[in-house]
């Protein structure tokens, strides 16, 4: 019987086993992962379960009951260490393992900072695993200082949790604005305004120099000569595909490992999926870090593996939650041009519509669900609306389906 093995135990691999299981996969499957804790969501871990509001056994994708009844071997806490497409073979914990099947759903790591500058020392925390929440969580107190180092999405979620708490939190962001590599200047200006709104001091055009203390660190020395006194440190300054196990395999690697339209990895009978995979869009590739695409593009390989030979159609939506607003993002903004923007049918509600030319690419929908949704749908339709009707306060947004 085929023996389908996973390597990777996050959103991707859950999604992938339990779709080949709907399929009628009656082979053994083995999902393994690195870290001890079952597969989880990882976007709650900056928001809702540091927060206190979500307790871990919700975090858990499905429950272990799912995965027996389910027929699948999760070997968690366990290491691959050399994979051998040739003879579909891979090594853990000093053992070789067969496979008939190979799954890559190793996602990514967070960059880090160097030890160079301080980046070893105790205090200084990543945003990534649950282990990473668990081991900073203690240090979000009433009053403690905290530096983010990043301006992105993960940085600004955990600030938003930090002043919630009423920590006394500082960002800083080399970049001249927060959120320059994903986001238009309006979506920025409204962030930035938001944070700041909830006593959030923001540093853009600054860099972190070095950061200081015996042994924990206690004070970050910024790039134009600003000294702050810290209690800790979070660095959200992007994050890198896991692909080394797919190097040491000999895959072909383009910004992650590379993968055809249907998910096939260079070597025959191994497949990747989610974070660490790139794949054809258009007229590009692309690799999309985001828990729909893990989900849609692990679910799509598993119909391949079981012979539908379907090319993997990415619909890139996302989103992000800072206090009491929801940011939706339908499509990819890049190559934009004009960006209209469009108060939303409540306060401070508004959406930002990204355009090239003629051609609508994305919308960036602040607690404006009906903006995003339409958005949504046009875009997935190819649908461009001209830029003057989407800035007429009268057009109709429904009306333009």
């Known amino acids: 019987m085929t023996h389908i093995a996973v390597v990777g135990a996050g959103q991707a691999a859950s ?12 082979g053994p499957i083995t999902v393994i992962g690195d870290e001890p804790a079952l597969p989880y969501q990882r976007p709650p ?90 081991s900073m969580a203690p240090n979000f107190r009433q009053g403690q200082r905290v530096l983010i ?20 939190v500082t960002v800083v962001e080399m970049a001249d604005r927060i959120l320059q590599r994903v986001a ?39 790039s134009d000569d600003q000294t702050l006194d810290v209690d800790f440190v979070i660095t959200g300054i992007g994050i890198r595909p896991n692909t080394a196990l797919a190097d040491q395999a000999g895959l072909v690697l383009d910004n992650g490992i590379s993968t055809d339209a249907f998910g096939r990895c260079s070597a025959p009978h191994v497949w990747a999926a989610g974070d660490c995979a790139s794949f054809p869009m258009g007229e590009t590739r692309v690799r999309l870090e985001s828990v729909p695409n893990a989900i849609d593009q692990a679910e799509a390989v598993a119909a391949n593996i079981m012979g539908a030979d379907a090319p993997y159609v990415a619909k890139p939506w996302f989103w992000s939650d800072q206090y009491d607003v929801k940011l939706q993002i ?34 960036d929908a602040m607690n404006a669900p009906r903006d995003y949704m339409i958005g949504k749908r046009l875009i997935e339709a190819g ?15 429904k009306s333009l389906l």
């Open 15 to 26: 999604a992938l086993v339990f779709k080949l299981r709907a399929l009628g996969h009656s």
């Open 45 to 134: 871990l900056s928001k809702a379960y540091l927060l206190g509001e979500m307790e871990r056994e919700r975090l858990f994708l499905k429950p272990q009951a799912s995965y027996d009844e389910a027929n699948v071997t999760l070997r968690l806490g366990g290491k691959v260490t050399a994979i051998d497409p040739a003879a579909r073979r891979l090594s853990i914990g000093g053992e070789d393992m067969s496979f008939d099947e190979l799954v890559l759903t190793t996602g990514s790591s967070p960059i880090r900072l160097p030890t160079a500058i301080g980046g070893d020392l105790a205090g200084v925390f990543c945003v990534r695993t649950l282990a990473d929440i668990d």
């Open 149 to 168: 180092v990043g301006g992105g999405y993960i940085g600004l979620e955990a600030a938003a949790v930090a002043a919630k708490l009423g920590l006394d």
């Open 184 to 222: 238009a200047p309006q979506t920025s200006d409204f962030f930035r305004a938001l944070h700041e709104g909830h006593g959030v001091r923001i540093l853009e055009g600054v860099g972190l120099s070095r950061l200081s203390g015996e042994s924990h660190v206690c004070r970050a020395e910024l």
């Open 330 to 363: 339908a499509g990819l903004n890049a190559g934009y041009d004009n960006v209209i923007v469009r108060a939303g049918d409540r306060p401070g509600s508004v959406s930002h519509w990204y355009y090239n030319g003629a051609h609508l690419l994305a919308v």
């Open 383 to 397: 649908k461009s609306p001209a830029p003057e009707v989407i800035a007429a306060p009268e057009t109709v947004l």
